[in-house]
């Protein structure tokens, strides 16, 4: 148990725990430990480690009060998968006496022929909270990180604009690498596509593949009427990543085409109404490290690196409207103005931004289940 406490207390982003919430003249805060009943304290809050079993359906949930199992393995990300699955499953945390679990991950199911669950619901808090249904809804995906972040980058934007004036998007993520890449190079598995997940973390830029995109759609549906790509691309840092976000507009003829200066300040007003913090529009020029712990924002705006860029596409009157030469001699030929925009958004995908806000949609779940 002495080794838990340890791996709780030390992290090598963040520091220890107790010099992360108190200073670096704080005290232990991990007391009381208990080998034998499996007991512990951290900062006064009394914890229990069960060590009985890996498996899901045999942790006796129920026994010991739990009715919120936040799901942060990794491993149980399938809703479709029964609960007595002798691999386990996320199910088998109902089955042991749990009443609502939330995975700290997206949904993840291989058999795309099986129908989703009716109970299950993915959920970025700020976004589309209001989707989760207490009495329908046993299992909920936070989505992931970097799907969090994007959502908050893409609403103020399409709120302002609506779908039908965007063209198309997209995204790459420059994201720190994660606990399922390499330390050292290694030999591929049989069958491996990506070559490139054997490869060292620790030295190189790795491309790999997002999700975020596919479950941008289930947090707003609009998005899933608009082309949109995703990319990702892997660097050797242990937190701090940053979404660069290309979007094409098309503006009224008779207006100003899309500036920077419109883009920033409809993240302005995003950050000033969202009373939580969950964005935030900054000026300055940060670093990766400079976000890191920032506790609230699921997305940082650089405004400073905002851009945009306006093109004209000019429509033949002629080709598109039957009527007479002279009706057509006094009508011009109308310029569309099409606008990419780029915006850079950073966010701490595990503490600050990420975990933040899967406390607040525990939170949110867990005043519902007690009240």
């Known amino acids: 148990l002495e080794d838990i406490a340890l791996y709780i207390e030390k992290d090598s982003t963040y520091g220890s725990i107790h010099h992360y ?37 045999n942790i006796p949930w129920g026994e010991h009060g739990v009715k919120i199992v936040v799901e942060a393995t990794g491993k149980f990300t399938n809703p ?16 042991g006496g749990a009443e609502k679990v939330i995975i700290s991950a997206p ?30 809804h046993q299992i909920v995906s936070g989505a992931s990180c970097t799907t969090t972040c994007l959502a908050h980058m893409v609403k103020p934007l399409l709120d302002y604009f609506g779908p039908e004036k965007i063209i198309s998007a997209s995204m790459d993520t420059v994201h720190s690498c994660t606990g399922t890449q390499e330390v050292l190079d290694r030999l591929p598995n049989a069958g491996a596509t990506d070559l490139r997940k054997s490869r060292s973390v620790l030295n190189n830029i790795i491309l790999t593949t997002t999700g975020a995109a596919k479950t941008l759609g289930l947090v707003i549906p609009e998005m899933n009427r608009i082309g949109f790509m995703a990319e990702s691309v892997r660097i050797p840092v242990t937190t701090g990543s940053l ?34 913090g969950y964005i935030k529009y900054t000026d300055e020029q940060n670093v990766s490290s400079d976000i890191i712990g920032l506790i609230g924002p699921a997305a940082i705006i650089e405004g400073h690196e905002t851009h945009t860029r306006t093109a004209y596409i000019s429509l033949d009157i002629k080709k598109l409207v039957k009527v007479t030469p002279e009706a057509l ?18 966010y701490d995908n595990e503490l600050g931004s990420y975990t933040n806000m ?14």
């Not at 108190?22 to 480690?49: F, H, L, W």
């Not at 310029?335 to 958004?345: K, R």
């Open 107 to 136: 949904f993840k199911v291989k058999d795309k022929n099986i129908p989703m669950p009716s109970d299950i619901v993915t959920v970025v808090m700020g976004i589309n909270e209001e989707e989760y249904d207490h009495a329908r």
């Open 243 to 276: 979404i660069i976000l290309v979007i094409t507009l098309r503006d009224e003829p008779d207006r100003p085409p899309v500036s920077r200066e419109l883009i920033n300040s409809i993240y302005q007003e995003a950050a000033r109404k969202e009373k939580r």
């Open 329 to 346: 001699a006094e009508v011009p030929d109308p310029e569309i103005p099409i606008t990419n925009a780029v915006i850079y958004g950073w």
């Open 21 to 57: 919430l108190y200073g670096c003249t704080a005290q232990r805060i991990i007391t009381d430990i208990n080998e034998q009943s499996g007991t512990m304290k951290i900062d006064g809050v009394p914890v229990t480690v069960l060590r009985e079993s890996r498996n899901p359906k």
């Open 358 to 371: 899967l406390g607040d949609l525990t939170v949110k779940i867990a005043s519902m289940v007690y009240q």
């Open 80 to 95: 479709t998968v029964p609960f007595d699955a002798a691999e386990g499953s996320v199910r088998g945390h109902l089955e």
